[in-house]
């Protein structure tokens, strides 16, 4: 069983920046990629970004330049680093995982993002 725990959201102007941090508990040993997704109001859960075990990172081209996914911390902790925000990156920041062999996901609870203009 794998356990994720968002922290680090808020409230901040357009242009300013935010980190979203996910510790991740538990047996990982099945789990490789973790990803960050995001759901607004009214709107489908999106993929944001992902980083593999090794470090190989992926990210929507809505973010690809604004946005870092990093790993490191204590413990086995995943960043999202959100630069020059915008207000339609305002949604709800999930922190994602899955069991490559049981096809099993993770999710955490998730964490409020407000970009305001």
């Known amino acids: 069983q794998v356990q994720l725990v968002e922290s680090g959201g808020g409230s901040v102007q357009a242009g300013g920046s935010l980190r979203l941090s996910c510790t991740v508990t538990?047996?990982?040993?099945?789990?490789?990629?973790v990803d960050w997704y995001r759901q607004a109001p009214g709107k489908q859960r999106e993929l944001v970004a992902g980083?593999?075990?090794?470090?190989?990172?992926n990210y929507a081209d809505s973010v690809k330049d604004r946005f870092i996914i990093s790993r490191g911390g204590p413990g086995n902790t995943v960043y999202l680093q959100m630069n020059s925000l915008k207000p339609e990156d305002t949604s709800i920041y999930y922190c994602?995982?899955?069991?490559?062999?049981?096809?099993?996901?993770?999710w955490g609870l998730g964490a409020q993002v407000t970009v305001s203009s």
């Open positions: 994602h995982s899955q069991d490559r062999y049981r096809k099993l996901d993770y």
């Open positions: 538990g047996n990982q040993y099945s789990i490789n990629m």
């Open positions: 980083i593999s075990k090794t470090g190989s990172t």
